[in-house]
Every structure is written in structure tokens, then in C-alpha cells.
């Protein structure tokens, strides 16, 4: 809350709030996808904002925290082989293995390389063709069709030694199963904008109108979020289920032509198991058999491994909103951003992550915690 | 990485055959891929770039806006990214064509 006095649509969005407030004739439970949407509701307090209108619940829509542990475990073993340079975005160096994570793998002389783009690391194997590069493929629509490109640009160019160890989700697959939870609490969505900006919103009408929920395609910015909290409100306030367009000024119905294009040339839908959820039946991208040659899992003979994921981690009931992150009994003790025990502490899209840092002190003031005392004093 | 950061196109190339160009991300400059927005785009124009590539056109005001944001939620982290890699040497401008093309 002391953030939004800061922010110069402070007005605009205290006025939705209002309105929201006054639609609401009772407590709505609305479910944001997208992890850059969870950061700025808990740092902004816009959940806090609307009063007793709307419970937000966050949801799994954080690429690094849903990616699961087999795959985590498999990027390890590459990047420990001495004849791979392994490369991935910045942010998944830090998601913790069964034993380790990327670094650790890297301060022991393992070679792995953050790329900003899936291209650097094509770029990488052209110029290495002593070592075989492999890329970490992972993330929602919105990296897929980078990740497809570079996939779609080795095979025109013969590059031979760049793979993908692929670990790509789909959103409509998990907002289905988790409306189809007999415990669901969901009754209506905000989808993710930039997701819808590659894919359009094509998708999510036959899962409003199935499951009677109101889909509002949201922006990230305050703003945003708070008009796509209204529209959801004033939709289940008149009995309507549709999907609407709150970012109209990216989002199309039919999305990026070209970039969806690629991508189902390059990909076709797996089942996958998503990190502290489970598997959900073809909610994942994988290789076409015609790209087998650029799939790290079959170059490599990784094969099928089966790990469990720590038991004192509660990251799953997080990502299903079933438990706030401050509910777990190791936020901010056994699992902190320095020493995270699940993903979803690693990530800056992690609700736990956001939590710790937003709002980790005001909880202190309810309920004292040693951790969160030793921290402040040392800022 | 699913939030795209605004850019502006300061220069187009093509890189045997797949359309590239240079993009001005307030100050951090990279190449980018234009392939999935080369028919809607030409210099000068912004764009919303999603790990290394353009994915849609946007009005300059919008563009200011949506960067903006992005940093006042300090959740531009791509553009750590850039920087981190930057001295990688990376850039698919970096070295001549011809010569990228001897290792293929």
C-alpha cells in the first residue's frame, strides 16, 4: 500500500477500487495467471485495496516455479557433462534441484551460460563446434515461439551440435484443471496479456462458456489489473461468462499469426507435469518427431526419471491457491530468496518470492518472526 | 521472463534470410529477431520483445508506459540479462556473416 501513494495512477486506480466495491454485492474469488500479475497485486496491496469484494487467489502462471523437478534434475546432469555448454535464462539458476541448482553446478566447473535470447545460444553452438550447446526450453506461449525459431533456425542452418531440453507449458490446460478440481474455489480468471498477445484469446471461450467463469485478458500495471478485477466482478455480478479484452492495446483475438504458426510446426501438446501440481494431460509443448534431433532428452539418453519433491515444501497448495505463501510453515525460516526450498521463493513471478518481499514486515507485526527481524535490521 | 520489454527498432538486417534488427531498449541496445512482426515494422517503429524477439507493434506512448512500469515493478530482468551477456559477445551482428557462415 505505502508503494501505490508513489505511483502516479494512484487516483485512477482508487477510483476502480471504489466502483469494484459498490458492484460487488458479495466476496468474489478471482484467480490472476500470470506471475508479473502476482507481483504487482502484492506489491501494490490491490488485493487489499478492493476490501472484502474480491479474494485474490494467485496462480501458477510463474514459468520457473511450475517447471518440475525431473527436468531441473535433468539440466543438471547436462550441465555437468564436460562436453556441454549449458545455457538458460537467468532465472532458472537458482530453482533448486533434487541435490543442487545450476550454479552450484557451475562453481564446480560446470559449464553453464545465461543467454538473453534462445538465438545467443544457436550463436554459441556456430561458434563452439567443439561442444555441444544445449538450451533450457522453458516457459509459456510467450517464450515458445522464440524457442521454436531457434529450434525451426538449426535445422535450416545444419547446425549439429544445439539441442533443447524442452519443459514448455500451456495456460488454457492448467486453468482447466484447476476449474475442474472438485475443490475448485475459482470463479472467475485474469489471463495473462502477454501470453494472449502471441496466442489471442480464441482458446478461452469454450472454458468460459463450459465452466461458467468470466475470462478478462488483463495487463501488468496497476491500472490493468484492477480494471480486469472489475470487468471479472461486473460480469458475475449479471450472470455473464464470457472472455473480455481489458488489454485491448496489445491483445488481439487472434493473437501473433506468424509466431503461433511457427511454434505448431516446431511443437505439438504434451501431457505434462507441472512442479508441486502434478502431470495434466497435454498442457505441454514437445518437440515434433521431425525435430528429434534437437532434443537434449534424446541425444543424451536421459530417459524417464522419477523424483520427489521435498517434503517440507508446500509450493504445490501455493500454486494451486490452496495456501498463502505466509501459511507454509517455512516461508521466510527454512525457505528464504537466499535458500529457497521450492521454486516459487526463487522467482521475482513467485508468489512466496513476492510475499517475502513485500510483505513479509507487516505480517511481523502480527505474528513475530526471527527471521524477518534479523532481516530488517540488517537493511 | 513472460513480461516483454518495449523497444525501439534503430536498424533492420537480414541474417541469411531471417529478418534481425538492432532494438534501443532505453539505452541497452541488442539485436532482436523481427520475423514474427517483418511485415507491420520499419525502423523507427516500437516494439514488445519477448526474449530476444519482436512479438507486436506498439504506439510510442504505450511503449514509454509499459517501460515505465516495468521499472517502477523493478521487473525488468531481461535487461540484466542483456547486460550479463553483452560481454558474452553474443550479438548476432558481432561477427561478419561470412565468417559465422565457415562454422556452420
Redesign the interface.
Known amino acids: 500500500m505505502k508503494y501505490l501513494d508513489e505511483y502516479r495512477d494512484a487516483a485512477i486506480v482508487r477510483s476502480l477500487a471504489a466502483r469494484l466495491r459498490r458492484t460487488a454485492t458479495r466476496r468474489w474469488v478471482l484467480m490472476e495467471v500470470c506471475g508479473g500479475q502476482t507481483h504487482t497485486i502484492v506489491k501494490q496491496g490491490l488485493d487489499e485495496l478492493v476490501g472484502d469484494a474480491v479474494e485474490m487467489i494467485h496462480g501458477p502462471g510463474c514459468p520457473v516455479c511450475v517447471t518440475p523437478l525431473e527436468q531441473i534434475d535433468k539440466a543438471l546432469m547436462l550441465a555437468e557433462r564436460p562436453d556441454v555448454i549449458f545455457t538458460s535464462f537467468g532465472d532458472m539458476l537458482r530453482v533448486p534441484g533434487s541435490d543442487c541448482d545450476l550454479q552450484q553446478v557451475r562453481a564446480r566447473g560446470g559449464t553453464v551460460r545465461v543467454v538473453y535470447s534462445p538465438l545467443d545460444a544457436l550463436q554459441l553452438a556456430i561458434r563452439t563446434p567443439e561442444k555441444h550447446v544445449v538450451f533450457f526450453a522453458v516457459g509459456f506461449e510467450t517464450t515458445a515461439p522464440a524457442n521454436a525459431m531457434a529450434v525451426w533456425r538449426a535445422r535450416e542452418l545444419g547446425v549439429r551440435n544445439f539441442s533443447v531440453l524442452v519443459s514448455h507449458v500451456t495456460v488454457p490446460p492448467a486453468m482447466t484443471a484447476l476449474l475442474s478440481a472438485p475443490d475448485n474455489r475459482v470463479q472467475g480468471f485474469l489471463a495473462a496479456g502477454h501470453v494472449c498477445t502471441v496466442m489471442g484469446w480464441s482458446e478461452y471461450e469454450p472454458i468460459a462458456a463450459q465452466y461458467r467463469v468470466p475470462i478478462v485478458v488483463t495487463g501488468f500495471e496497476t491500472v490493468d489489473i484492477m480494471e480486469g478485477m472489475l470487468m471479472a466482478v461486473q460480469q458475475l455480478e449479471e450472470g455473464r461468462f464470457e472472455v473480455e479484452n481489458q488489454y485491448v492495446r496489445s491483445v488481439t483475438r487472434d493473437g501473433t499469426v506468424p509466431a503461433r504458426h511457427l511454434v505448431a510446426q516446431v511443437f505439438e501438446l504434451v501431457d505434462r507435469k507441472w512442479r508441486g501440481i502434478g502431470a495434466i494431460p497435454r498442457s505441454g509443448l514437445g518437440l515434433r518427431p521431425e525435430f528429434a534431433d534437437f532434443d537434449a532428452e534424446l541425444r543424451f539418453g536421459l530417459g524417464d526419471i522419477v523424483v520427489d519433491e521435498p517434503a517440507e515444501c508446500h509450493a504445490g497448495d501455493v500454486l494451486r491457491g490452496k495456501l498463502k505463501p505466509f501459511e507454509c510453515p517455512a516461508f521466510g525460516t527454512l525457505c528464504t530468496p537466499s535458500r529457497p526450498l521450492g521454486a516459487p521463493m526463487v522467482s521475482s513471478e513467485g508468489a512466496c518470492a513476492a510475499y517475502f518481499n513485500y510483505r513479509r514486515l507487516e505480517r511481523r507485526s502480527e505474528q513475530p518472526d526471527v527471521v524477518a527481524v534479523a532481516t530488517e535490521q540488517s537493511l | ?4 520489454i518495449p523497444g525501439r527498432i534503430i536498424e533492420r538486417r537480414d541474417d ?3 529478418p534481425m534488427g538492432v532494438v534501443d531498449f532505453g539505452g541497452v541496445r ?1 539485436s ?2 523481427l ?4 511485415d507491420q515494422v520499419e525502423v523507427g517503429d516500437y516494439v ?1 520483445v ?4 519482436a ?2 507493434k ?2 510510442e506512448e ?1 511503449a514509454r ?2 517501460y515505465e ?1 516495468l521499472r ?4 525488468l ?2 535487461l ?3 547486460r ?2 553483452a560481454d ?1 559477445g ?1 550479438s ?1 551482428f558481432e ?1 561478419p556473416v561470412a565468417q ?1 557462415r565457415g ?2
Do not use: P
Not at chain 2, 519477448?50 to 524477439?53: C, E, I, K, L, S
Open positions: 521472463m513472460c513480461l516483454g541469411r534470410g531471417l541488442r532482436c529477431c520475423a514474427y512482426v517483418d514488445i519477448h526474449v530476444g524477439f512479438i507486436s506498439v504506439q504505450e508506459r509499459t512500469s517502477e515493478m523493478s521487473q530482468d531481461e540484466d540479462w542483456m550479463e551477456t558474452l553474443l548476432a561477427k559465422r562454422t556452420a
